[in-house]
């Protein structure tokens, strides 16, 4: 068989590899912060790819909750965090928490999260505030 991981006309998405199904096109744009995406991004994601319906959704949750989870080590190590305002400790709380309800849920194939490292992530989050 051929694959051209490439390209987009190869019709194979980026998360499952699922062929022969429709896909968009996710950018990043601003991480969950509001700030723009590419301070803290590895380079592979500054590049538009190619998803199907399942995994464009998973994909906007876990660059939510990978922005989270760096701001959340920042806010461990004493450096300045984001997370330091208790306004968005909350709101990403929240956030963690909605995308491990997600995927108590089955709502997710779980290609590009790890329930585990969410449940931790929502723990460590709650044990934050006060
Ligand atoms: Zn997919």
């Known amino acids: 068989m051929h694959t051209d991981t490439a390209s987009p006309s190869a019709g194979k998405c980026d998360g499952c590899s699922a062929a022969d199904v429709p896909l968009m096109k996710v950018s990043l744009g601003r991480d969950f912060f509001g ?13 538009p790819k190619w998803y199907c319906d399942a995994c464009s959704v998973e994909k906007n949750l876990q660059r939510d909750f990978r922005d989270i989870k760096s701001e959340f080590d920042n806010l461990s190590k004493g450096a300045a ?5 208790a306004e968005q400790l909350d709101r990403a709380t929240l956030r963690v928490k909605e995308i491990a309800a997600m995927i108590a849920a089955n709502a997710l194939k779980q290609t590009l999260l790890k329930p ?4 931790a992530l929502a723990r460590s989050l709650d044990s934050r505030r006060g």
């Open 35 to 47: 700030r723009v995406y590419d301070r803290l991004s590895p380079s592979a994601d500054l590049s």
């Open 81 to 85: 965090s984001a997370l330091g305002q």
């Open 116 to 119: 585990d490292e969410v449940s």
